[in-house]
């Protein structure tokens, strides 16, 4: 089983570790760089990507996981998580910095502010998904080695690069495991 680590700087920690569980992984919170790197893969939650960026800088973690997301890591980031693996972020604060991995440029909440956040059903894959958004971002360019998996309303909301893959919405907050399930499977693919 493999073992996957949700970083615990902030953010839908709890959810996440429970989403892991119930899709066929050992999961644990990881806060400090040798917790990480005695994972098999790592979830970046939902939260807020400029306080992931300032707490990761604090804990010395910025250089560190760009590195191990650059040489194969598999990485699941959801919201916020999409923001910290994306190359490009538009409407970031000053100077904030991303882990990125991902060839793509998403804008930071987009979809709107906290009061503007939502639940509603999209496609990904071909199938219906429930999906919360909660001052969501969406992928403005994805780069062609991106595989697009899912859209709302012509906005990319769910992609894959590699051992990457990031959703604009957060689905640890629905009992709906497959996203999950995905992440396990490419944990245990690169393993």
């Known amino acids: ?82 923001n910290m693996l994306a190359d490009r972020l538009v409407d970031g604060v000053e100077g904030q910095q991303t882990f990125g991995g991902i060839d793509m440029t998403v804008r ?11 639940e509603r059903q999209v496609t990904l894959d071909d199938e219906p998904f429930r999906a919360v958004f909660i001052r ?19 906005r990319i909301i769910a992609v894959r690069q590699g051992a990457l893959l990031a959703t604009a919405f957060h689905p640890e907050l629905t009992p709906d495991r497959r996203i999950h399930e995905l992440f396990v499977s490419m944990v245990k693919g690169t393993s």
């Open 108 to 118: 930071r909440n987009a979809f709107g502010r906290q009061v503007d956040s939502f």
């Open 1 to 82: 089983m493999p073992v996957i680590g949700v970083l615990a700087l902030q953010g839908d920690v709890r959810e996440h570790l429970r989403a892991l569980e119930e899709a066929g992984a050992t999961a644990r919170p990881a806060r400090r760089l040798s917790e990480i790197e005695a994972c098999d893969g790592l979830v970046i939650p939902g939260g807020e990507s400029t306080t992931l960026w300032r707490l990761a800088t604090a804990f010395e973690l910025m250089d560190p996981l760009r590195k191990l997301i650059a040489c194969g890591l598999p990485a699941f980031g959801s919201c916020a998580g999409m």
């Open 136 to 154: 969501a971002p969406w992928v403005e360019q994805a780069g062609p080695r991106i595989c697009v998996l899912g859209e709302d309303d012509g």
